[in-house]
């Protein structure tokens, strides 16, 4: 599954972010239809930029990007927040255009990274009430939600959980 930092999939591949990937990011975290559901980013390239060098320096956190099968980046998905059995995903978006196969499959291999690679238990992330859609999603792949503010739910999905639902969804 995992070879030289690269993550290999039917339909898509994720790879470490590099630095180079700032301009790519930028534009997918900044164009207002994809990210209404995300905290804002400013469109700062050398903020970007220095937000990825300092990534780069951490442990216990991983920020891919989804690649097509040509090499094209097409969206990106991070692990953060690691703790003693869980992991938080997050910052998980697609360029216009993709197929559902390679956003199912970009989830997919982070889901199983998280859990095969780091041999954590359970997932913990949140998303925005309005984007029903993806509360959708998640709830289908066995995820709870386990509180809720005005604008979010926070969820948790364990590998058990996640094993029995992903069965069924393919």
């Not at 050398?46 to 060098?53: G, P, S």
């Not at 997050?90 to 216009?96: F, K, N």
């Not at 255009?97 to 982070?110: C, I, K, V």
């Not at 939600?145 to 996640?162: A, P, R, W």
Request: aromatic letters at 12%; hydrophobic letters at 35%.
């Amino acid at each position: 599954m995992m070879n030289n930092n690269i993550l290999n999939g039917k339909f898509v591949r994720l790879r470490d972010v590099e630095v180079d990937d700032a301009q790519f990011i930028l534009t997918l975290r900044c164009d207002e239809e994809k990210a209404k559901f995300l905290h804002k980013t400013e469109n700062n390239i050398k903020q970007q930029e220095d937000y990825l060098k300092n990534y780069k320096k951490k442990a216990n956190e991983w920020y891919f990007i989804i690649e097509n099968l040509q090499g094209k980046p097409i969206g990106t998905y991070r692990i953060y927040d690691v703790n003693d059995d869980s992991f938080c995903i997050g910052s998980w978006l697609m360029i216009s255009g993709s197929s559902p196969q390679e956003a199912l499959e970009s989830d997919f291999l982070l889901r199983k990274f998280g859990f095969e690679v780091t041999n954590l238990t359970k997932i913990r992330f949140n998303v925005h009430k309005n984007n029903k859609k993806v509360v959708r999603f998640h709830k289908c792949l066995g995820a709870q939600i386990t509180g809720e503010n005005d604008e979010e739910y926070y969820f948790e999905c364990t590998k058990d959980d996640y094993m029995k639902e992903i069965i069924k969804f393919l």
